[in-house]
């Protein structure tokens, strides 16, 4: 069993940056995969950056390659999802997520620990 607490996150304007940290605990965070997800109004919710439980094996949506950046500190049991280049079309509420699995995941169904959540409003 993980606990996931995000923080960060608020409003921003086009072509500004915002942080998102997700803080672990429970069982040992170093095991996990972990993903950031987000989920705009009607929308589905979708990946936006996983990283693998060493950190070396990153995926990207798409949308976000060159301005989002994931990285995770295990001797701090804390994941980061650096925004930068912001665009209206990341407006969304975030979530991180921990995946009780070996291998890195993208599918939000695969993934079993989520964290609370995170508002993101880009204004244009």
């Known amino acids: 069993q993980v606990q996931l607490v995000q923080s960060g996150g608020g409003l921003a304007q086009a072509g500004g940056s915002l942080r998102l940290s997700c803080a672990a605990s429970g069982r040992t965070f170093s095991i996990y995969p972990l993903g950031w997800f987000r989920q705009a109004p009607g929308k589905e919710r979708e990946v936006v950056a996983a990283?693998?439980?060493?950190?070396?094996?990153?995926y990207y949506a798409n949308s976000v390659k060159g301005r989002f950046t994931i990285s995770r500190d295990n001797a701090k049991n804390t994941v980061y999802l650096q925004m930068n280049s912001l665009q209206f079309e990341d407006t969304a509420v975030y979530y991180c997520?921990?995946?009780?699995?070996?291998?890195?995941?993208?599918?939000?169904?695969?993934?079993?620990?989520w964290g609370q959540g995170t508002q993101v409003t880009v204004s244009s």
């Open positions: 997520a921990a995946d009780s699995g070996a291998t890195l995941k993208t599918e939000v169904r695969e993934y079993d620990y």
């Open positions: 990283i693998s439980r060493s950190g070396i094996s990153i």
